[in-house]
T-cell receptor
Framework: EDQVTQSPEALRLQEGESSSLNCSYTVSGLRGLFWYRQDPGKGPEFLFT???AGEEKEKERLKATLTKKESFLHITAPKPEDSATYLCAVSGGYNKLIFGAGTRLAVHP | EAQVTQNPRYLITVTGKKLTVTCSQNMNHEYMSWYRQDPGLGLRQIYY???????DKGDVPEGYKVSRKEKRNFPLILESPSPNQTSLYFC???????????FGPGTRLLVL
């Protein structure tokens, strides 16, 4: 059964303190792994798509990497505005995404 | 502006009273879907549609209905809501394939 597990559930960082979020997955035939950001009361906002092991993508202070079993979202020198819930999802088939429960990130000044 | 809209954004209702949550997208996307989001469970797909008149069940379809008569609209229907359908609902759309999926702003539903 396709499954996505994100850790930690919650993470508190000081401004400038770099860290990583983990997304472990099991899927038969990975077609894509997706990272989203979700602010309270809003819909998820797309960040990255990764298609194959070894692929990396960057956007501002965020960098996503992918292996055959997991993906990491690295946050470098975070700012308070990076506070949000980060969601990971995988697609093993054409029709649907399987989402993890998310990691709630709080960055304090 | 490219967007997915949902209405209403907030809804309080009572058990058994039929309701419809509307979803509309202006990006000419073929694929649309409905999710519910519950604490600790993440986003779970309710129904999806590959195109007009083509819908199929997701992971948690019980108690819900959908229709896709026009490409831009994909309403979610709760024929007889129950308290366990209290949740945050999101509509999403994307072109065919694995392109970026765009989410609506969400509808927070409370069933008493």
């Amino acid at each position: 059964e396709d499954q996505v597990t994100q850790s930690p559930e919650a993470l508190r960082l000081q401004e400038g303190e770099s860290s990583s979020l983990n997304c472990s997955y099991t899927v038969s035939g990975l077609r894509g792994l997706f990272w989203y950001r979700q602010d309270p009361g809003k819909g998820p906002e797309f960040l990255f798509t990764l298609y194959s092991a070894g692929e990396e993508k960057e956007k501002e202070r965020l960098k996503a990497t992918l292996t055959k079993k997991e993906s990491f979202l690295h946050i470098t020198a975070p700012k308070p505005e990076d506070s949000a819930t980060y969601l990971c999802a995988v697609s093993g088939g054409y029709n649907k995404l399987i989402f993890g429960a998310g990691t709630r990130l709080a960055v304090h000044p | 502006e490219a967007q997915v809209t949902q209405n209403p954004r907030y809804l309080i209702t009572v058990t058994g009273k039929k309701l419809t949550v509307t979803c509309s997208q202006n990006m000419n996307h073929e694929y649309m879907s409905w999710y519910r989001q519950d604490p600790g469970l993440g986003l779970r797909q309710i129904y999806y549609s590959m195109n007009v008149e083509a819908t199929d069940k997701g992971d948690v379809p019980e108690g819900y209905k959908v229709s896709r008569k026009e490409k831009r609209n994909f309403p979610l229907i709760l024929e007889s809501p129950s308290p366990n359908q209290t949740s945050l609902y999101f509509c999403a759309s994307r072109p065919t394939g694995l392109e970026t999926q765009y989410f609506g702003p969400g509808t927070r539903l409370l069933v008493l």
